[in-house]
Structure formats: C-alpha cells, structure tokens
C-alpha cells in the first residue's frame, strides 16, 4: 500500500519538502497554544507579538509549514497531482498522508469538506468566483485541521481574481492553506506579489522510465506497452497513460505522425493542416463530452436536492440562472479544449522533427517516437540536420502564435507549408 504520494512519478525532492511540511504541519496542530514555539512563518499573529517587526525567519525555511505554495512544472509532470497529494497528508488523521484513513481517502476522491478545488472552466478564472471561494475559506476548518484550496492553472486566473486571491494570502486565516499550480513562477503566469507570498514547489518533467514504471504498477499496463507510452508523451503522465489505453488516442497520434510524409505540395500542405485542425475538433468535441455531462448530472442532482422543500420555487428561478452559467463555461472550456488538442498535435509533430535532428547528428539519445523512428530517419537523410532544425522550429513557432490568440486554422496553414518547403 503506498502512501498519498506514490502517485507523484520522479518528483523525489518535492515529495521530501512536502512531506516534512506535512510533518510540521501535525505537529502545528498539536501545539495547544495559539503562537507556536516557532519554525512556522505562516502566522501574522507572530509579527503582532513583535510589535510590528517582521517575523523572525524560521530556523529551516524548507522544513517549515506556510500557507501559500506554488506547485509549478510542465504540462503533465503532475502540479494537481502534488497538490492533492499535498492537501490528503494535511487532512490526514495521522499527519502523514498515509493514504487509507478518511481525510486521505475524501481528500482524493474529491468528498473533503475543508478542501475545495478549483479547475478552470474556461480560458481563465474569473473574479466572482474566486471571491466566493475566498470568504468560505475564511471559516473554521470543520475537521478540526485545515480548510484548504487548491488552484488548478493558477496562471489562468484574470487580475481581479488574482488581487482578489492575494488579498486573502496577504492575509490569511490562521488554518486556511492555498496550494496553487500554475506553469512556472515567470510573471506572465503567476503575479509577482502572490509569488513573493509562497513557497515554491519546483516539479521536474519525469524521466520516461519513471513514467513506465508508474503505467505498469498503477495501472496494470503491459511493459512493452508502457515504455513506449513513456516515451511518446516526452514526460507527461497523463498523455502516457492515455496512448496506452485508448486506441483512440493513438490513431490521433498516428495521423499526426505521417503529416511529414503527406506533405508533397501546396496542396497537400493545406489538407494537412485542415485534417489536423479537424481531428484536434474531434478530440476536443470528445473530452468536453465526457465533462459536460458529469456536470450536467452534477447540476441536477443539486438542482434536485433542493426542489421538495420549502425553496423550490427560488431553486427553480435559480436553476435558469445556473443553466445559462453552465453553457457559457461550457462554450469557453470547449474552445480550450480545442487548444489543447492541438497543442498535443503539434508537441507530438515537433518530437518527430526533434528525432529527425537527432538521427542526422548521430547523437546517442533514444528517439521520442520509437515506431516512426525509421521515417525520421529518412527525413534526416533528405532534410540533414538544418533542414529538419528549420522544421521543428515551424512547429514550435505555430504552438507560439497560437498561445498569442493567431486563429490556429492560420498558423497551421504557415506552419505545414514551412514544413513542405523546408
Ligand atoms: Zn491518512
């Protein structure tokens, strides 16, 4: 049985700062004062006790409780899941995250009163929604522990709900802990005042070794399987677990790959580029689908809760409110999803150019994508290593326009005739 951890695959060194947070987090809780003996720079009570001087720093900042982290890493080397992971060993019963008690066990499930989470809906979070959440973070843990909330895509938050989030960190209740995962610490993610006001938990993106390893214990998958899964996601675990499981997945990723060998003109170059917005429709269509409707069952159920007592009437009035919300999130959270789709298309594409490169250099590093090594390497013969540099760099160059708002029919129309040209 492995603890609240063992999910987080190649994350060593953050899963050892978070479990001695954990640890020091237990023992806050037994403290019976108020002020602890110290080591804990979390606590504004602290510096009143001083007399308006700053808090004294703790001893080891690293062993240290605090009330704010930043768990930052790339897409897919598990910021949500440290985080949770993080939150279960706070409500943990037995201070550690052992990961079979009840406040482990709602923690993950997503059933913790004091744990509240919030995964973006759309393109960003907005302000409403964030000050909500903040007021009822200000209550009294009803476990008795900690009220926790966690931020999902932290860098998708708009400025009024980031200055509605910092308020609350600048000023925190004394048992409220905000765990926030956002990309990176660069200030195009995550402001620079909230950023000076957590500690940051560095996530690296895990060795595909590790990522085989996690598929074939967790997941029961089998090892030839799980390897090359590992190493066709380049590090991201959830991608890797997918392509292992789902045909699906793995046509996509298929027809990504012969792109390069499609591209024989002008023409080609166009119905390249819309076959790939097509299927990145198709997969966004797909994921939103499975969502939509948890929600919509989430929505009546909530609905239904309240429509044989004594509020029907006010629950129906605001039902109508509620559905109109629902489609507006879930037009937006369509639209992302759609990016994301994408966007996995073309990391996928860019690992093959990067394969291309690698074979014309004769470098000794294993290839991304194991079953289409053989076209890359043709590609290195015809294109050498320049040409397939200058393809990669389309494709990096088509994922940059994107993130700046470029329409993505438009970008990957110049990005497939910049790969058909060389
Ligand atoms: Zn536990």
Redesign the pocket.
């Known amino acids: 049985m492995t603890d ?1 951890f063992g999910d987080l695959v190649g994350q060593d060194e953050a899963v050892a700062m978070l479990r001695r947070a954990a640890a020091s987090a237990a023992a806050l809780l037994r403290t019976p004062v108020t002020v602890p003996a110290g080591g804990h720079d979390d606590l504004d009570a602290l510096a009143e006790e001083y007399d308006g001087d700053p808090a004294p720093a703790p001893a080891d900042p690293g062993a240290g409780m605090t009330h704010a982290w930043i768990f930052t890493g790339p897409p897919g080397s598990g910021r949500s899941v440290a985080a949770r992971a993080f939150a ?1 060993a706070l409500e ?3 201070g ?6 009840p ?2 066990h709602t923690t993950l499930t997503g059933t913790h009163a004091d744990v509240r989470l919030v995964v973006p809906e759309g393109l960003s979070i907005g302000v409403n929604e964030m000050r909500a959440l903040v007021l009822r973070a200000a209550s009294a843990p009803s476990g008795g522990r900690w009220q926790i909330v966690i931020i999902e895509d932290a860098d998708r938050l708009t400025e009024a709900a980031g200055n509605a989030l910092l308020k609350a960190i600048e000023e925190p209740p004394p048992r409220t802990v905000f765990l926030l995962c956002a990309p990176s610490t660069h200030p195009d993610d995550i402001s620079v005042t909230i950023r000076s006001r957590c500690r940051v938990v560095p996530l690296r993106q895990p060795p595909p070794a590790a990522v085989a390893e996690v598929l074939v214990r967790r997941d029961g998958i089998a090892p030839d399987v799980a390897e090359w899964a590992a190493a066709a996601a380049q590090g991201h675990v959830g991608r890797a677990r997918r392509l292992a499981r789902d045909p699906e997945a793995r046509q996509r990723r298929d027809a990504v790959l012969a792109v390069p060998r499609r591209l024989t003109g002008v023409g080609a170059a166009f119905d390249a580029a819309s076959a790939l917005i097509e299927a990145a429709e198709a997969e966004a269509a797909a994921s939103v689908a499975e969502i939509d409707e948890a929600e919509r069952t989430a929505l009546q159920t909530a609905l239904g809760a309240g429509g044989t007592g004594r509020g029907a009437a006010g629950a129906m009035r605001g039902a109508a409110g509620q559905l109109k919300d629902l489609e507006k999130r879930q037009k937006s959270r369509a639209t992302r999803a759609q990016r994301d789709a994408l966007d996995r298309a073309l990391v996928d594409l860019a690992g093959f150019y990067r394969d291309a490169i690698v074979m014309a250099l004769r470098a000794p590093v294993a290839p991304v994508h194991t079953d289409t090594a053989s076209l890359a390497g043709a590609g290195a013969q015809k294109w050498d290593a320049e040409g397939s540099l200058r393809r990669l760099e389309a494709v990096l160059e088509c994922r940059a326009a994107i993130e700046a708002n470029v329409k993505p029919r438009i970008a990957v129309e110049a990005m497939m005739l910049a790969l058909w040209r060389g």
């Open positions: 609240v279960a943990c019963v037995h550690t995250g052992c990961g079979s008690c406040g482990c």
